[in-house]
């Protein structure tokens, strides 16, 4: 019982916030995690996980981290796992550290701000719904996807797969600006999408939310659907991943997981809500904006 009571005490506290205010506070933290990510880029790596790692200052960092990144996540369909697993190598983790602590946190945290984005009619989850087929849809091509990509990842050069993503995401974004919504649902872009943005986690890590939020809205899937679909879908795909993880013996890095799970979750009910508040307009143009620029930001760290 209290622990249903949680994520509505949470909503609740949310409400008392204007739409405008929402807007702002939202404007703000994307415009935030784009200069984040941009000096992510041109930053070299550093060993500060090694010095800092499990005490108090550092877990509260890792928590505040992880609430912003969820919140861009949760709001607009992607930028969890974009935002997080750079800064956490920069920092010095490695990759083995960080993908199950980042697949922990986003399978929790995709599944309950699914579960909110649901509850304040984002988009409707109920059994036999378009929206519910999609997701479903979504996360039985992940299936496909992820074993496509683990059969590739082992013969194709990093450098050929981050372009390949990059130009994908870039050229999904331009078009979400320049082309209007179709009329209709395709259910053949729908499971195309799917399989392509699972190939693309499975075997680079990144390049999920934008593919498949910005797939979903070239397919004729409304905006604030489309990303409370992704979070939910992303959710799914990552407790695949985690599972996988878990059966090939790696371990979770228990100080890491913690902060990202606690301040991810937290982030949940802010963001549900920012949605619900948003004008579509201006969510099928922001997402439109933030996958061109990720795409564009995956390009220029190939150059450099």
């Not at 369909?77 to 922990?104: E, F, H, K, N, R």
């Not at 984002?122 to 299936?143: Q, W």
């Not at 963001?271 to 948003?278: E, F, G, P, S, Y």
Request: with cysteine; proline share 4%; hydrophobic share 50%.
């Amino acid at each position: 019982m209290q622990e249903r009571q949680a994520p509505q005490a949470a909503t609740d506290q949310v409400h008392r916030f204007s739409p405008r205010t929402l807007r702002i506070v939202w404007s703000a933290v994307l415009i935030g995690a784009a200069v984040l990510l941009t000096i992510l880029t041109f930053s070299p790596e550093v060993d500060i996980a090694s010095r800092f790692s499990g005490t108090a200052g550092f877990f509260v960092v890792m928590m505040v981290v992880a609430f912003f990144a969820e919140y861009v996540d949760s709001s607009l369909g992607m930028g969890y796992g974009t935002t997080l697993t750079p800064l956490l190598m920069i920092l010095g983790y490695s990759p083995l550290q960080v993908v199950p602590a980042v697949l922990l946190s986003e399978f929790l945290s995709g599944i309950t701000s699914g579960a909110l984005h649901h509850r304040l009619g984002n988009v409707d989850l109920r059994r036999g719904t378009v929206a519910r087929k999609t997701m479903t849809i979504l996360t039985l091509c992940s299936l496909v996807g992820t074993f496509a990509a683990v059969l590739l990842a082992v013969s194709l050069p990093k450098v050929y797969v981050k372009t390949y993503i990059g130009v994908m995401i870039l050229t999904m974004g331009l078009i979400i600006l320049i082309v209007r919504p179709s009329g209709g649902l395709s259910w053949k872009r729908i499971v195309g999408i799917g399989t392509v943005a699972a190939f693309n986690k499975g075997i680079s890590g990144g390049g999920y939310g934008p593919v498949v939020t910005g797939g979903q809205i070239l397919s004729g899937v409304p905006a604030k659907s489309a990303v409370g679909i992704t979070s939910a879908a992303e959710g799914l795909v990552c407790a695949v991943g985690l599972t996988l993880y878990l059966l090939l013996r790696q371990q979770i890095e228990v100080g890491l997981m913690l902060p990202l799970l606690f301040g991810a979750l937290l982030s949940v009910p802010a963001a549900a809500w920012t949605v619900k508040a948003m004008p579509a307009t201006r969510m099928r143009r922001t997402i439109g904006y933030a996958t061109a620029f990720l795409g564009a930001l995956t390009l220029v760290r190939i150059i450099l």
